[in-house]
């Protein structure tokens, strides 16, 4: 039998697979936990009770969270739902507006801002700008091309064989162009054609080999031609799958009809995609070509413009980028999400992404050693993490990057790569997470509860769900204001002292004894569970070998709570204070050593030897512990 000391001083490796429990000989090892549930890592090593969330506004249903932000004082949160969109500023709804896009449709939108415009991207919807006129004054309208003369400078493409012929039976006026095999369709009135570099508008069509147009620039000739295109964006061929700005430039990465192409406008003017003659400012056009078909995902302004699709990573150059300087590399194999939009977030210079399967999320960095991009995978250690990811957010003053997964938990990454910090924890919630936007340092999320859908922001010093605040000048028992829990059992805070349950009775709750100031929310569980011990450095337990915690010791950082199992159950911890001779349980915040003994052996190495699991309401802080095991022969 020996007697072993053990003290784990960080937790910077996170939250581990079940499936490296037997791999003690790893670094990550000794700063990684089993278990870390809404909690949050710190760049410096210690864990912490997450921020509970305050309750912002009820949702329409089911949609999606899109940061806006103005400038360094005027910031917004735009909430999508089917076919509506609401302002947010200051967590006030200040604006309203009509859209096209229904509830199946939002989880493909994309989207891109530059000063007081949002330019949003459907494959199936024509593509929309959604401008700031003022703080409650917003439009929605479609995309306006530039028009010069008559002529709409639109991308164009030949989406018929290369042998298809037109034949116009003029060159100026009203015309009628013959295919020579089936062309028109019902969808091509209103849209743009062009023969042999000259535009017509197509007014009706007689058949699928006929129809009649309205010449915009004089035809070259009569005579039948294979040199002719129709425009590229329409509900035909479909609209935009992504867009950015880069370089002055506004980028549209594919469509449904040409799904691996790229377009970039004209220098400095943004709707503007005429080609020209190929100068330096003028328009670009081109597409991936590979050894598959790369359906384009996504494209991101970084250090260089990037291209994510279905099956791999390009990166686009040139300084500045013009059609004569501009090439294209393919970087990485790993692929993006294609029946879903996750956005790719900048987190300190990389491009983190969702791979195609779901279970990566990828760190798209350029190493300047190799002077290419590598595509790290965050989550290898974490697999379990990774249910499906729906959005993501970088809260860049915390270093806290936010997964929504699909089965609405919340996977929230601590990264810090100065520091070679990756620490996974996972949120949970009475309900289900659904969308995630981070405006101006703030963390808004949309919470699904009970069918019903809620705006809520995580809010620092916050320890309940959906929560509100209450003060009153003179202390009473009924607390009035939570409609929108109506029915529920919630948890009470009252005084930062007593904590209670109540049920909300026609939006009211009446507490056991007054208060002069309450939070009042959903409670929720933190859980801390360290991984199998070892039994040296580097050697992880024999099968079956027995355990025994003889104490430990848990340094705590401000905390006014907490609830230890050794194996007896979670038992509420008290705290001598600084100065007195006796303990108390009374919920001031304390920093410092706990000492817990423990009996019993263990011989399943699955079991851990302590666990923090408790759903007070009271902030909860460990730096460090130090345990006292034997183990025997």
Known sequence: MSLMTQT??????????????GRGDLALFANGARFL??????????VGRRAGTRYVDQARGPGRLIAFEFNTEQAYLLVLSAGK???????VRVASLDTPWSAAQIPQLAWTQSADTLLVVHPDVAPRKITRLGASTWTIAEWSFHEADGVLYVPHHKFADDAVTLTPSGTGGAVTLTASAAVFDPAHVGLRFRLAAK?????????????????????VSTAATRDWEEQSFSSLRGWPVSVCFHQGRLVIGGSRGQPNRLWLSKSMDLFNFDLGTGLDDEAIE??????????????????HLQVFTSGAEWMVTGSPLTPTKIQLTRQTRVGSLV?????????????????????????????????????NDLSMVAKHVMNGPVDQDYDAGRRLFHLVMGDGSMGVLTVYRAEKVTAWTVFHTDGAFRSVAVVDGEVFTLVERDGRYFVERFETGRNLDCALLGHAAVPTISWSGLDHLEGRTIRVLADDVTVSDAVVAQGRIVLPQPASAIEAGLAYTHRIEPLPPLAGVGQPMAPGQAVRLVQACFRVLETKALHIDTGRGAIPIPFRRLGADRFSTRPASFSGDVR???????????????????????????????????TAE
């Open 8 to 21: 784990k001083t960080s937790f910077t490796a996170g939250e581990i697979d079940v499936d490296l429990c």
């Open 37 to 46: 549930r809404n909690v949050v890592v710190a760049s410096t090593g210690g």
């Open 85 to 91: 969109l609401d302002i947010y500023a200051e967590s």
């Open 199 to 219: 535009q017509v508008r197509i007014t009706a069509v007689i058949s699928a080999t006929q129809a009649s147009a309205e010449v915009k620039e004089s035809l």
């Open 286 to 303: 081109f597409g991936l070509l590979s050894d598959q078909v790369d359906a384009i995902r996504g494209v991101f302004s970084g250090r």
């Open 339 to 375: 029946d879903r939009m996750v956005p790719p977030r900048d987190v300190d210079g990389a491009t983190h992404f969702v791979s195609r399967n779901g279970r990566d999320l990828r760190e798209f960095l350029f190493a300047d050693v190799n002077q290419a991009y590598q595509a």
């Open 596 to 630: 817990v003994r423990a009996i019993g052996w263990k011989r399943d190495c699955m079991l851990p030897l302590w666990r923090i699991e408790q759903d007070m309401p009271l902030p909860c802080t460990l730096l460090s512990v130090a345990t006292e095991i034997k």
